[in-house]
Nanobody, 127 residues
């Protein structure tokens, strides 16, 4: 079993930056592809970014491409999401997710491909 704990959320003004972290327990973290999702009030949970097991492949939703950067440190069992040029529409609860069911080589945008989820961290961007 893997537990994921997000941190780093908060309140920031438009144009500001935040860095989210997701710390994972368990020895097999380095085998998993990892993803970041977000859910705004009244909306579906959506894919934001993902990274394969080695960090060699990363993917981004169109809405965040060029502004957000995902990375991971397998030695620290941690995945990060650097968020720059934040906009009010980025306001949401951000969730970290781990995919143990596939090879770790591919990154999926579908929620049902992920087996482990964190509790979420709130990001609020004021205008």
């Amino acid at each position: 079993q893997v537990q994921l704990v997000e941190s780093g959320g908060g309140l920031v003004r438009t144009g500001g930056s935040l860095r989210l972290s997701c710390a994972a327990s368990g020895r097999t973290f380095s085998n998993y592809a990892m993803g970041w999702f977000r859910q705004a009030p009244g909306k579906e949970r959506e894919f934001v970014s993902g990274i394969n097991w080695s960090g060699g492949s990363t993917y981004y939703a169109h809405s965040v491409k060029g502004r957000f950067t995902i990375s991971r440190d397998n030695a620290k069992n941690t995945v990060y999401l650097e968020m720059n040029s934040l906009k009010p529409e980025d306001t949401a609860v951000y969730y970290c997710a781990g995919d143990r069911s596939h090879s770790g080589t591919y990154v999926y945008a579908e929620r049902d491909k992920y087996d482990y989820w964190g509790q979420g961290t709130q990001v609020t961007v004021s205008s």
